[in-house]
């Protein structure tokens, strides 16, 4: 049986907006009392603890809404466990909706010397995608179709 080990830390290739986990009530918990293994003893616990810990915390509609986004399909996540966040219905965001609702994020990122695949990566959508986008936001400006913003 593998084992697989998640982590509710940032990480160096977290996703776009990551630092309201810095003002998460679960920043210094442990991270395992927020994934249950469900049906063993003692899971239904662990899950209201967890929920518990949301419960109080200051940036709990953020959280709630990036599990959404990325599609996390287990643990406790803005108070709501993998089940009850598969019965929120949300409206599909295509890949190039993403792409071109995150262009301030992706082009600040290309200035940091990112690369386009870990770009692709952090939005999970496919890399050629993101170098197609990148071309219609360089076409875009060249033709002035788009206003540049001093940072």
Do not use: Y
Request: aromatic fraction near 6%.
């Amino acid at each position: 049986m593998t084992t697989t080990t998640l982590t509710r830390r940032a990480t160096k290739l977290a996703s776009p907006g990551s630092r309201w986990r810095d003002e998460a009530a679960c920043r210094q918990i442990e991270s395992d009392l927020f994934f249950p293994t469900a049906h063993t003893q003692g899971w239904k616990t662990q899950t209201k603890q967890a929920k518990a810990v949301c419960a109080g915390c200051p940036v709990r509609a953020t959280c709630l809404e990036w599990a959404l986004e990325t599609g996390q399909n287990s643990g406790v996540w803005g108070g709501l466990s993998a089940g009850e966040r598969r019965g929120i219905r949300r409206p599909r965001e295509t890949q190039q909706e993403r792409c071109l609702r995150m262009q301030p994020w992706i082009e600040k990122q290309l200035a940091a010397g990112v690369l386009q695949k870990t770009i692709a990566s952090q939005l999970r959508v496919d890399p050629v995608l993101v170098s197609k986008v990148i071309r219609m936001f360089e076409e875009e400006r060249a033709a002035g179709v788009v206003e540049v913003k001093a940072a």
